[in-house]
């Protein structure tokens, strides 16, 4: 009684669809005086319908009216069997890919079909469709082999024909529950990007984390010697959302600023902890230099050794504030201080520091806080290789006479006058000669002298020309050939 009584809802249901159809479309009004009866099977039996006009139009011309309009009725406002869905019009998400396979679309009348009671069974497993396990419960009638769900929100019924397909409750989702539909597409486009991800990329399924990603801008931004501003940058932030991530969120300053000094303390942790259990021997270079711009001195100290694997690792261990006289007594104890922190006092193979008095001064203090007795510590001080080839090089440059001087004299008033400087450009231009400028003179740089004779050669023909006619400075040809001799012995350095 249940299953006949449920097949003539279904019917009735199809007459009232057609009433209300024929009221809300005037264009599809029957004319007046025709009987209201129609047949169980759809409109094939329903006489011909007229337009406003009062034009006749049959079934056939109705259908070719919708097939050349689909915009001009709302499509669960029209029975199966006036307009069928075709394949292609069927969203891939429409589909399910479990038992039901591949089948008709369920129709909008059994849409609306009461609720099934009688001879109905759950399906054991789960659907893989986030839509169905999550928002409705699917049943099965044993006698048609006919699926219908339950909506667990509204109790809504519909029928799923013999497919299984779950369109209409996607739709229904999208309509009545909003707020359900939106966590589904929202789980989804992020599982897709994950699947993504993982096909192309080496690190296997990602999820964002917050956390995770303060501590790669942090990396980043001392990796690359940006400023602590840069994780502010608006730009940065629009890129990573729109082509990287939607998710990432920027820091402020002060955020990156606190990660990169977590991040320093765990690595200086790791590293002092790696000493204590070290049983090789290493290596430490000092050097000391000055901050001109904010009249600052500095200390830095670097440590080189060997893993088990005979793989060699350099490490800077302090980079500190050096304003106190520099004499070996100071240097000692920043060193000692620095070596104790590390655990280093008694790994110390050998020392390497520049070639000065106060450097040498600190050597014997310093070889015996190691108590190194490697060769009876002949070898603990190594002199900066560099620092020895720019002593060199500098007393052979003075030996050489005044050409390099002369050569200097008239590069440094380009240097110093802003107005001289936008002349030699415009001279450069006006001979359709590329300008290159002139690299700074540091004496503490050896190589620094061959990078300035280099670009002097460039300009030999055009350089003293221009300073004899704007500067009323004498730069000749016997005092570029000179240079040019110079930097031929330099290149080999």
Known sequence: MERGRHSLDIGNLQRNRKKEIARTHPSLRKKSGQSGSSSQ??????????????ERMSDEQLQQLLAQNPQFFHQRDIPDDIHTIDEEELEDDDLEEDAGGAGSHGTPDEEQAADYEGGSSQIGTKSKSPIIENNFKK????????????????????????????????RHLMGKHKVEYAKIEKGKGKQSQISRFANNQPYGNFSYNDQQNLTGMANFIVEENLPYLFSESVSFKEYAQTCLNPQFRSYSRKTVKKEIIRLYKAEKLNLQIFFANYDGRVTVCSDIWEDTYHNLHYLGLTAHYVDDDWNLHKRVLAFREFNDRHTAEHIYILIERILIEYNLVDIGFDTGFDNATNNIAAIPRLRELCGSTTLMGRFFHQRCACHIINLCVQDGLKALGDAMEVAKGGIRRIWANGQLRLKWKNYLNERNVKYVAFPKDLSIRWNSSYKLIRVLIRYKEHFPAFLKEYDNYILNS???DTCEKICNVLIYF
């Open 478 to 480: 016997a005092h570029i």
């Open 139 to 170: 049943y099965k009638d044993p006698s048609t082999e006919k699926w219908y769900a339950s909506c667990n929100h509204c109790d809504k019924v519909y029928s799923l024909g013999t497919s299984g397909r779950y369109g209409s409750l996607k």
């Open 41 to 54: 099977s759809g409109w094939e039996d329903e006489p011909e319908y007229q337009r406003r006009d009062g």
